[in-house]
Nanobody
Framework: VQLQASGGGLVQAGGSLRLSCAAS????????MGWYRQSPGKEREFVAR????????YYADSVKGRFTISKDNYKNTVYLQMNSLKPDDTAVYYC???????????????WGQGTLVTVSS
């Protein structure tokens, strides 16, 4: 499975960006997908995930109400719409795909290359 992320950039606080992640390869459409981010000096953290069919979503508390994850099943592409961005959202954002754990979480098996989001104050 290959994941190609895009859409990062520089935005002012309060602004919006939309990230995209196109998945390809065998069985790509059968995996749950999600977004993680990593800021300098910090560990990679979970942001949002969506089930393979697109019917179930889950968010980190830090982005709930501001970010929306969605999926175009025909294109096998996942999106992350980010609104009301804050400087703390500055990070490299990675998309991931993988199986679902027994408690419903995403277990990343494949990673995209990362896309940088910078939010200026």
């Amino acid at each position: 499975v290959q994941l190609q992320a895009s859409g990062g950039g520089l935005v002012q606080a309060g602004g919006s960006l939309r990230l995209s992640c196109a998945a390809s390869g065998r069985h790509a459409s059968s995996y749950d997908m999600g977004w993680y981010r990593q800021s300098p000096g910090k560990e990679r953290e979970f942001v949002a995930r969506i089930t393979w069919g697109g019917g179930g979503t889950y968010y980190a508390d830090s982005v709930k109400g501001r970010f929306t994850i969605s999926k175009d099943n025909y294109k096998n592409t996942v999106y992350l719409q980010m609104n009301s961005l804050k400087p703390d959202d500055t990070a490299v954002y990675y998309c991931a795909a993988g199986p679902r754990t027994v408690d419903g979480a995403l277990r990343p098996r494949y990673w995209g290359q990362g896309t940088l989001v910078t939010v200026s104050s």
